[in-house]
């Protein structure tokens, strides 16, 4: 299984776009880069997903490297309501989710 | 998506005693997960319960520990069995919904546990 690391924390102004590391050296070929995010007290939230190409939805963006070895989440114009910790997950082939320690994202007002 | 609640939302609990948690969900899936959440940490997978097959547990959980049920494709329970202070945590379910085009797992509310 592919091992994620990703900062423990930041913090972003409001307003600003928050940008998320996650480095995933081991991903192999087929296993794809999720993102969810847990608010506070609450399970986890499914954010968004790629293999290969660069993703967009209506709550963020994914650029995945060309080698694959890392990604980021891009929140575009955060909100308070987007402080939560954020999980960067390589799935495996077994389709088990294992989660790393994430990063806590502050959004300061 | 699917809507997945669990009972009790949370619980204090004696030592040496068990506690079973259960997870509805309102559609019918085939992979359930069981994830333990400790203090400040993140989610550490216990469990795959899928229907009609042994649960399949992850390195350093154990059946005698933790035994799950599985008795059809919208239910599932979690026992945590002869509790202690280390067992302070929250307990999640997730349901799996297979691709194409992708998979996604939809997790619970969470039940929170604290042994005294």
């Known amino acids: 299984d592919a091992k994620t690391t990703q900062p423990t924390s930041m913090d972003c102004a409001e307003g600003r776009a928050a940008n998320l590391p996650c480095n995933h050296s081991?991903?192999?070929?087929?296993?794809?880069v999720y993102w969810y995010r847990q608010i506070h007290s609450q399970g986890p939230q499914y954010i968004i997903h790629?293999?290969?190409n660069n993703e967009t939805n209506e709550m963020a963006s994914l650029i995945i490297t060309e080698d694959r070895k890392s990604s980021t989440l891009i929140l575009p114009h955060a909100t308070l309501r987007d402080t939560a910790v954020y999980y960067c997950?390589?799935?495996?082939?077994?389709?088990?989710?294992?989660f790393g320690t994430g990063t806590s994202l502050t959004v300061i007002p | 998506s699917a809507v997945i609640s669990q009972k009790p939302s949370r619980d204090i609990c004696q030592r040496g005693t068990s506690l079973t948690i259960q997870c509805q969900v309102d559609?019918?899936?085939?992979?359930m997960f069981w994830y333990r959440q400790q203090p400040g940490q993140s989610l550490t997978l216990i469990a795959t319960?899928?229907?009609?097959?042994?649960?399949?547990?992850e390195s350093g959980f154990v059946i005698d520990k933790f035994p799950i049920s599985r008795p059809n494709l919208t239910f599932s329970t979690l026992t945590v069995s002869n509790m202690s202070p280390e067992d302070s945590s929250i307990y999640l379910c997730?349901?799996?919904?297979?691709?194409?085009?992708?998979?996604?797992?939809?997790f619970g509310p969470g039940t929170r546990l604290t042994v005294l």
């Open positions: 997730s349901v799996e919904f297979e691709g194409p085009p992708y998979n996604e797992q939809f």
């Open positions: 081991t991903i192999s070929g087929n296993e794809y």
């Open positions: 790629g293999l290969k």
């Open positions: 997950i390589a799935l495996n082939t077994g389709n088990q989710f294992y």
């Open positions: 559609s019918q899936v085939t992979m």
């Open positions: 319960a899928n229907q009609g097959s042994e649960a399949t547990y």
